[in-house]
Nanobody, 123 residues
Framework: QVQLVESGGGLVQAGGSLRLSCTASGRTFSDYAMGWFRQAPGRDRKFAAAVSWNGDTQYYADSVKGRFTGSRDNAKNTVYLQMNSLKPEDTAVYYC????????????????WGQGTQVIVSS
């Protein structure tokens, strides 16, 4: 089992930045590629970003490419999502998740999930 806990969400004005963190406990963190998903009110949960096992490769949804950056620190069992140039449409609950496959974009490709952290971007 891997337990994931997100933090760092909050309220920010459009154009601002936030950094989300997701800390893992349980099994070996570096055994898993990590993903970030987001779910806006009334919408499906959608893929946002993926970070490879050692953090040297990332993959992004078109909607966040160039604005969001995923990274990880395996010594701290933590994956990050740096979000810049935020827009009101980025408002969502953000989830981190663990997978055996890097670049997975579907929910059922992820094994473990955090509880989510709310991000609200005001216009």
């Amino acid at each position: 089992q891997v337990q994931l806990v997100e933090s760092g969400g909050g309220l920010v004005q459009a154009g601002g930045s936030l950094r989300l963190s997701c800390t893992a406990s349980g099994r070996t963190f570096s055994d898993y590629a990590m993903g970030w998903f987001r779910q806006a009110p009334g919408r499906d949960r959608k893929f946002a970003a993926a970070v490879s096992w050692n953090g040297d490769t990332q993959y992004y949804a078109d909607s966040v490419k160039g604005r969001f950056t995923g990274s990880r620190d395996n010594a701290k069992n933590t994956v990050y999502l740096q979000m810049n140039s935020l827009k009101p449409e980025d408002t969502a609950v953000y989830y981190c998740a663990a997978s055996h496959r890097f670049g997975a974009t579907k929910r059922n490709e992820y094994i473990y999930w955090g509880q989510g952290t709310q991000v609200i971007v005001s216009s």
